[in-house]
Structure formats: structure tokens, C-alpha cells
């Protein structure tokens, strides 16, 4: 199970990197208005504006209007979750502990959606409570959309600005990390071995 989990994530990440030089489709513009918003493909590039639009963000018992740009050279993943959904709190000791032990390289951001019928008096309530150290998404309208689900927990892989995985809550692991991360390092190394060999052509 161990060694099939490490091949998906792989495959996955092989897939992101075949696809980061893409140019962004004119049909996946971010719906603005009246204009409906198209869901992202795995595998897309995604564009300068979803890292740019604005997310209402609970932080330490305040809420503020922020974007996403402050992750978008990490590893980012959405963790979809309800204040009634039980498998969803298990896990967020579990995402706390990937966020503050990878937090250069890593960024967790819980999205708490509109239709879960949550309030911030709640979520208030319920994030003091588990005491994670992270922030979430409410009220959201846009990113359900834009990573569609029916169940939750739902993670949403983000790596090298590309939508690269949807997932359950059993691939969000140390190990899977520590694959992407590895992988990462290895095609940097060798874009850098490229890049000096054409440098030191005579």
C-alpha cells in the first residue's frame, strides 16, 4: 500500500511538471458577475488570478479578507472541511502538525464552504477548541467551484502552481510530502545541471 501510495503521488507530480510550461486556456478565466466559473483540471496550470482573489480568512479568533499568493511557491492544500463532519476535526491535529513541521514548504488552509451551513459563531467555537495554529477559509463560494467535491474531508493538492491532485485524507502524510519534496529537488538539480553545462560550452 505503502510503496502504490509513493507511485500515485509520483505520477501525480510527473503529470503537474508536464504540464507547468502550458499556457492558461481562455475558457478557465475566472468567472466574474454573471459569468459562471469554469472548475480547474488536474493537471492545469492555474492562473495569476486565483492566487489574487479574495478569501474571507478566520485567523486566531479575527476574520479578514486575504488572498492566496503568500503560498504560491509552496506545496498548497485545501483541506475542505464542516464543523459537523467528525473524520474533518480528527484531522486537522494531523494537518497542524505537517504545517508547523514543513512550514516553509508546506502551507494547510482549511475551506470551510457556504453550503456546509456553517457560522463563524461556530467555526469560532470549534477552532479554539482543536487549537491547530491554522487559519480557514468561510463562508466560500469560489473555491468549491473551482475544485468541485461531494464529501468531505477533501484535499486539494497545489504544487508548482498547478492543480495537481484531489485526494481523501489518508495521502496527506509525511511521506507523500517528503515524495513531492524529493522529486522537487531532484528536477531542480537537474535543471541546474543543464543550465551550467550550456553555460560552460566553449
Not at 71 to 82: E, H, Q, S, V
Not at 133 to 143: A, F, Q, V, W
Amino acid at each position: 500500500m505503502k510503496k502504490t501510495t509513493i507511485i500515485c503521488v509520483m505520477a501525480l507530480l510527473c503529470l503537474n511538471l508536464s504540464t507547468i510550461n502550458q499556457s492558461k486556456s481562455q475558457e478557465n478565466t475566472l468567472g466574474h458577475g454573471s459569468q459562471p466559473v469554469i472548475p480547474f483540471k488536474q493537471g492545469e496550470k492555474l492562473p495569476d488570478s486565483f492566487w489574487e482573489q479574495q478569501h474571507l480568512v478566520y485567523s486566531k479568533g479575527k476574520v479578514i479578507k486575504q488572498n492566496l499568493s503568500a503560498y504560491r511557491d509552496k506545496i498548497l492544500i485545501l483541506d475542505y472541511w464542516a464543523t459537523w463532519c467528525g473524520s474533518c476535526i480528527r484531522h486537522m491535529g494531523e494537518a497542524g502538525s505537517l504545517q508547523q513541521e514543513y512550514g516553509g514548504l508546506v502551507a494547510m488552509v482549511l475551506v470551510n464552504c457556504a453550503n456546509t451551513r456553517d457560522t463563524p459563531e461556530k467555526i469560532d467555537v470549534l477552532m479554539k477548541q482543536s487549537a491547530t495554529g491554522l487559519s480557514t477559509i468561510i463562508l466560500d463560494t469560489l473555491l468549491t467551484k473551482q475544485f468541485p467535491h461531494r464529501l468531505v474531508p477533501h484535499y486539494v493538492w497545489i504544487v508548482n502552481n498547478a492543480f495537481t491532485a484531489a485526494t481523501g485524507s489518508e495521502f496527506v502524510n509525511r511521506n507523500n510530502i517528503e515524495v513531492i519534496l524529493d522529486g522537487q529537488q531532484k528536477i531542480k538539480e537537474a535543471h541546474n545541471r543543464r543550465k551550467s553545462s550550456i553555460t560552460n560550452k566553449p
